[in-house]
Each structure stands twice: as structure tokens, then as C-alpha cells.
């Protein structure tokens, strides 16, 4: 039953009672009124006996005054007269009898009968009264009686009803409310149990079905929100860890959040960023066509823009970026900031500005070679040609002008040919051919798709012809150069075997001359022959040694044992050696090694051999008595770095050239003054460079000299 119903129903059974209540109190009043109209009856009667005695006993005793009046006086009289009125006259005039008469006594008997009488219907007209006024008070008791438990009842009813729809209407509030509460925490699995065809029960389905659409509405955005979530978070991720820099930034150029790689990009930290403008890193010339771009951006004008642009980062370094900003928009499609990102095309630029200076220089030396360079498509027509070979066709325009035009039949079925087989196989083709007396040499090359650098189609070729009458003259001298070569393979062979052969007898001479002088030798005089003789002996042994070392080098027979080689200790080792020297010539000889230079792997016996060379020539070319010769070792990378550098005699920069090569010496009046074969820093270069190293010489003449060499450390 529907509220309305209830309540209706309810209204109706109330006003029933009402009705009833109403009937009840009208039912009492009607038998109250004929009761009081009863009572009143009675009182009439009461009044009108109670009268009747009154003007009974009062005409009587008017008439009884009035017999007394006929002895009064005429005053007294007329003052009767006046009090009792025209009734008395009327008495009067019918004649009363006289006191004492018959008649008087008769009609006092009558009087008082009639006195009595009237006491009588008094007396009973008083109990009639008495009678219906208790039954008044009955009926009035029993009535408000009546009225009170008719409304008492009707009270009841009332209560009980308006309590019955209350609690009908009241009880799926509640459940309503506590569903509410239950959804409210979260609990959209409670439904709503009313089985009711009124309006809760339609109010319970509308609002089970509102749960239901509630939880699946729930459902639904608590999948968009984890979506949104795991969006947000591959979004994060993307936005962490993208190799490009990207910014978010607000409409008046401020920076909301950017990446690391931004951040990196720039030099500046995410929280410096987000109080920064775009404008406090932007070099100072890209401004304006920035800012031109970015007021159209967030006006609405574009959507997105690109522009290269130069970044000034933190630590003042400049650099190019090509960025990308797209404008977010809302859902009333208002602009709210943008998004930009941002790629390091610093390297690109520079690769550009390499590119067109390579395009330039290629132009220029397209244009400045001596080669004749052109291009030719399928059917041999001139699509390019330098000026070189415009010089050599004695033409001066090549626009529609076609190779079997220019060149002589023979010519041209050789090329035609080699042409054709460029386009059918997509490989370069060379040949050489002799025209006029000089040789050339010609190429031709597919051109490349420029998309992919790929010989997808080929559309032209490109043809250099280069002229190589000298090259052809240069064959003939390596030929003979080579031969040249051989006969020197051949000379350092026997030198070889000669410094073989000269070297035991010298070794013979030396061991005498050593013995003599320990032995046979008394003589101061006869003792400085010896040292002489042991002295030159020793001197041409060194001698026959580097004209073995260098021959065995030449030859390409000599051995190298790479192994672990401590560098201190061999240095210490070289510079004791050379210290006796040293200590004659009153040199200081000094040593800089550095502790993390500890191993090396390199040929232990030859690193002292060219450190021992550096060394006592620094010593023999220092100057006496002051000079300071300085040994250094250094790490440098995956290299180890050795200089020897002494304040000697220095050389002059004419002579630098002629340093390393063999049999060499800068000054005769050196060899007069110090010695040596020039061979030495020849050994010593090929030594180093065997083992995969490099030597140089910085020198000022007259200042001193700094030889380094380097060798790889593994």
C-alpha cells in the first residue's frame, strides 16, 4: 500500500473517531438538553407555584389590610390605597366581606387551603426537581463519562495508527539511512530489503539500483583511477627514464616539473628548474622567436611548434636542442600548460656545419682537383662536369651534350659498356687507359639512394678520371726502389754477419788487454795503453753491437720478449749505471716516478737499452760541473710515459728532421767533441715503435733537450 494510502486511510479512521467522538458529545448534549429542558420544566413550575403562593398570600394579605384600612384613617387610607394598587381597588369595588363575617372566615379556610395546596405542589414540583436534576447530573456524568472513553478510545486508535504508519513509513527510512551510512563506508554490497509496493519499496529499488549502478559506477572509476594510476605511472617511468629531456611548463613560462635527462641536458637541479622561466636558460639571441611561438602556443593559435634553439646550461657551456611543445588543452578546451621535449642536437649541428664545410670543401675540391670528375646517366648524357674536365674537352658548357659526342669511337664502346654494367650490377667498375700520351685511371660508382645510403636504383653515375702518368712513373721507381731494397736487405745482412765476424776476435782483444792489465801491467804508462786499447775495444764492441741491433732490425729478425717489467726498479737499475758518467761530469741526475706507474708489459732488456741511450747521451751532452739530468715516469691513459730531459747543448730546429735517422750526426765537431755513431737514437726509435710506442724530442739549443718515448701499459 502506497504512503499516500496509509496516511489516508489513517486520516479517515481518525477522523472516523472524530466523527464518533463528535456523535457521542452531540448524543450526550440532545439527552443533557432534554434533561435540562425537563429540569427547567420543573423550575418553571416551581417559579410559577412559588408566585402563585407569593401573590396568593399577598392578596390576601392585601385583602386582610384592606378590611383592617375601612377603620383607618382617610390617610392611612390613601397610602393603602397607593401601595396596593388598582388589584385592591378591584377587591374593592367586587365587594370584600367583613372581618368576622362568614364569608371572612370562609375565605381565609379557602386561603389556606389553598396555601396548602400550593405547599403540597411545591413539595412535589421540589422532589420532581430534585429528581431530574440528579438525573441531569447523571446523564451529564454519564456523557462526559462517554466522551472520555470515546476519546480516550479515539486517542488510542489514533496513537496506535499513527504509530503503526510511522513505524510502516519510518523502519525503511531508517534501513534506508543505515544503508546510506554503509555505503558511505564503503560497504556497496549491503542492499536495501524492503518488500513493499508503496513508495519506500519503490524508494528501496530506486536506491538498490543506484547502489548497484553506484558500485559499478565505483567499479568503474576505481578501474580508471588504476588505469589512471598505472598510465600515470608508465607515464612516470617514460618520463624518468626517456633518453630525451622533457619539461612541463605553465602558461607564463614558468617550469612545473622535468626529467632527468632534462636535467642533465641543462646542468640545473629539478627544484632550480621549477623556479626558473624558459627565458633564464635560453640563449639570449633565440629568445624572441621563441617567445613568438610560445604566445601563439598558449592564445590558442597552434596547437604545437618546433624550433631549434640554442641552451645556455648551468655551467655556462652552449648547446642545441631541437624542441617540440604541444599545449594541453581542458575539457572546455582552454589551454593549461604545455608539454615540451627536448633533444640534444648539439653533435647534429655540428655534424651539419662539418657536413656543409665537408659540402664546400667537396665543391671546392671537386673544383680544384686535377681529376676529372663527372656524372653520366643510363644513356651516357651529361648530367655534371667539373671545370678540370671541361678544360680537358675544351668545352665550356656540358648541357645536353652527350659522351659519344665528345670522345673518339674506341673510346666510347669501352666506356658505354662499363657504364651499362654499373647500372645492371650496382658495383663500381675501374679500369686504366692511355690516351695523347698519358695514362689515366678511371672509376665509376652507382649513386646511392641519399634516403638510405643504399644503392636502391641506380639513376647516374659518377665517373672520376684521374691522370696517372706520374703514379705510372712512381711504379717504375718503387720497382727500382725495391730493388734498391733488396740490395740494402742484402747489405744489412752482411754487415750482420760481418759484426758477427768482427765481434769474436774483438771480444779476444778485449779479454787480453783485460788480463795484461791485471796481471803483466806494472807500469802507470804501460797500464793507460792497456786501458786504451781496452777502452777502444770496448768502444768498437758498443759500435759492432748497434750495427747488429740495427741490422737485425732491418732484417725484421729481431725477437721481443714482452713480460711484467717493474719500472722503478729498471729505471733505478739504468740510472745506476749511467751515474759513474754522471758523477765525472759533475751532472746531478734526478728521477720523477710516479707510484701508481708500477708495471709495465714491455721487452725488459731492450726498455734498458733505449733508456740507457736516452740517459748517457743527456749525461755526455749535459753541461760539466752543474748540468741536471731529470728521468721522469708518468701514467697517461693506457700508455706510460718516459722523458729524459737534461740542460745540455740543445738542438737547433733545422736538425730535428735528421734526429732518428741512421748514421746521422748533427755536428761534426759533436762526434769530435762526444763521440758516437748516430746510431743510437735510430735503435732506439725502431725499439719503441716494435713494441707498439711512440718518441719525440722537444728541444731549445743551448737551453737543453727532452726526449719522451711511450709504451702500452698491457
Not at 390617610?75 to 390605597?81: P, R, S
Not at 519503490?202 to 553506484?214: E, K, P, S
Not at 588505469?227 to 607515464?235: G, I, M, T, Y
Not at 659498356?417 to 678511371?442: I, L
Request: aromatic share 8%; proline share 2%.
Amino acid at each position: 500500500m502506497r504512503i499516500f494510502y496509509k496516511l489516508i486511510t489513517g486520516f479517515m479512521i481518525v477522523a472516523m473517531l472524530t466523527v464518533a467522538v463528535a456523535y457521542v458529545g452531540v448524543s450526550s448534549h440532545v439527552t443533557i438538553s432534554d434533561s435540562y429542558n425537563l429540569v427547567k420544566e420543573a423550575i418553571l413550575v416551581t417559579d410559577s407555584l412559588e408566585k402563585m403562593k407569593f401573590y396568593t398570600y399577598e392578596k390576601t394579605h392585601l385583602y386582610t389590610k384592606l378590611i383592617v384600612s375601612e377603620n383607618s384613617t382617610p390617610e392611612e387610607y390613601e397610602l393603602l390605597k397607593e401601595k396596593s394598587g388598582r388589584e385592591i381597588m378591584e377587591m374593592k369595588r367586587s365587594g370584600i366581606p367583613a372581618t368576622g363575617s362568614k364569608e371572612f372566615e370562609e375565605f381565609n379556610a379557602a386561603q389556606k387551603e389553598l396555601m396548602e395546596e400550593i405547599d403540597k405542589a411545591l413539595e412535589q414540583e421540589q422532589e420532581e426537581f430534585n429528581e431530574r436534576t440528579e438525573y441531569l447530573n447523571l446523564v451529564i456524568e454519564s456523557s462526559i463519562n462517554s466522551i472520555l472513553v470515546v476519546s480516550l478510545f479515539a486517542l488510542i486508535l489514533s496513537m496506535v495508527i499513527g504509530a503503526a504508519i510511522s513505524i510502516s513509513i519510518s523502519r525503511p527510512m531508517i534501513r534506508l539511512k543505515d544503508v546510506a551510512d554503509e555505503i558511505r563506508k564503503g560497504k556497496l554490497d549491503t542492499a536495501v530489503e524492503i518488500r513493499s509496493n508503496d513508495e519506500t519499496g519503490i524508494l528501496a529499488d530506486a536506491f538498490n539500483r543506484m547502489r548497484v549502478v553506484l558500485r559499478n559506477s565505483l567499479a568503474e572509476q576505481t578501474r580508471i583511477n588504476e588505469s589512471l594510476h598505472r598510465s600515470e605511472a608508465r607515464f612516470r617511468a617514460m618520463f624518468d627514464t626517456a633518453g630525451i629531456g622533457i619539461g612541463l611548463g605553465d602558461l607564463d613560462g614558468s617550469i612545473l616539473d622535468s626529467n632527468p635527462a632534462f636535467q642533465k641536458m641543462i646542468g640545473y637541479s629539478n627544484e632550480e628548474l621549477r623556479s626558473m622561466k624558459f627565458t633564464d636558460y635560453t640563449y639570449h639571441e633565440d629568445i624572441s622567436p621563441n617567445l613568438t611561438l610560445f604566445n601563439e602556443a598558449r592564445s590558442g593559435k597552434r596547437d604545437r611548434y618546433t624550433i631549434e634553439k640554442r641552451f645556455v646550461r648551468k655551467d655556462g657551456a652552449i648547446i642545441w636542442v631541437r624542441l617540440t611543445a604541444s599545449v594541453v588543452m581542458s575539457a572546455q578546451g582552454e589551454p593549461q600548460f604545455l608539454i615540451a621535449m627536448m633533444e640534444d642536437i648539439t653533435e647534429y649541428r655540428k655534424a651539419e656545419d662539418a657536413l656543409r664545410e665537408s659540402e664546400e670543401k667537396y665543391r671546392s675540391l671537386v673544383e680544384s682537383t686535377d681529376d676529372s670528375i663527372y656524372m653520366v646517366d643510363r644513356d651516357c648524357r651529361y648530367l655534371f662536369i667539373n671545370s678540370r674536365h671541361l678544360t680537358r674537352l675544351g668545352i665550356k658548357d656540358y648541357k645536353g651534350k652527350n659522351y659519344r659526342d665528345i670522345h673518339p669511337e674506341e673510346r666510347v664502346k669501352t666506356f658505354t659498356d662499363s657504364v651499362s654494367r654499373v647500372f645492371e650490377k650496382g658495383e663500381s667498375q675501374k679500369c686504366e687507359y692511355e690516351s695523347d700520351g698519358k695514362w689515366f685511371h678511371q672509376t665509376l660508382s652507382p649513386v646511392k639512394d641519399p634516403r638510405t645510403g643504399m644503392v636502391t636504383a641506380v639513376t647516374a653515375v659518377n665517373v672520376v678520371s684521374s691522370d696517372i702518368t706520374a703514379r705510372k712513373k712512381a711504379e717504375r721507381i718503387i720497382l727500382e726502389n725495391e730493388c734498391l731494397a733488396s740490395a740494402s736487405r742484402a747489405k744489412s745482412e752482411f754487415l750482420a754477419n760481418m759484426s758477427h765476424e768482427l765481434r769474436t776476435p774483438l771480444n779476444s782483444i778485449i779479454g787480453f788487454s783485460e788480463l795484461l792489465k791485471q796481471t803483466t801491467c806494472n807500469e802507470e804508462k804501460h797500464k793507460r795503453y792497456v786501458d786504451n786499447v781496452l777502452t777502444s775495444g770496448k768502444h768498437l764492441l758498443d759500435i759492432i753491437n748497434d750495427i747488429l741491433d740495427l741490422s737485425k732490425v732491418e732484417a725484421g729478425k729481431i725477437d721481443l720478449i714482452i713480460e711484467d717489467m717493474n719500472v722503478a726498479k729498471t729505471i733505478n737499475e739504468i740510472a745506476g749505471l749511467v751515474r759513474e758518467m754522471a758523477s765525472k761530469r759533475k751532472v746531478i741526475l734526478k728521477s720523477e716516478l710516479e707510484p701508481e706507474l708500477e708495471f709495465i708489459k714491455a721487452d725488459h732488456m731492450r726498455f734498458k737499452q733505449i733508456l740507457f741511450n736516452l740517459l748517457s747521451n743527456a749525461v755526455k751532452f749535459s753541461k760539466s760541473e752543474g748540468g741536471v739530468v731529470t728521468v721522469a715516469a708518468k701514467k697517461e691513459g693506457d700508455m706510460a710515459k718516459f722523458s729524459v730531459t737534461d740542460t745540455g747543448i740543445g738542438i737547433r730546429e733545422e736538425d730535428m728532421d735528421r734526429l732518428f735517422q741512421t748514421f746521422e750526426q748533427l755536428d761534426s765537431g759533436i762526434t769530435k767533441n762526444y763521440g758516437g755513431t748516430g746510431l743510437g737514437l735510430a735503435i732506439s726509435k725502431k725499439l719503441v715503435e716494435l713494441q707498439g710506442g711512440t718518441i719525440a724530442v722537444e728541444s731549445r739549443y743551448g737551453e737543453g733537450s727532452t726526449f719522451t718515448f711511450t709504451l702500452p701499459i698491457k
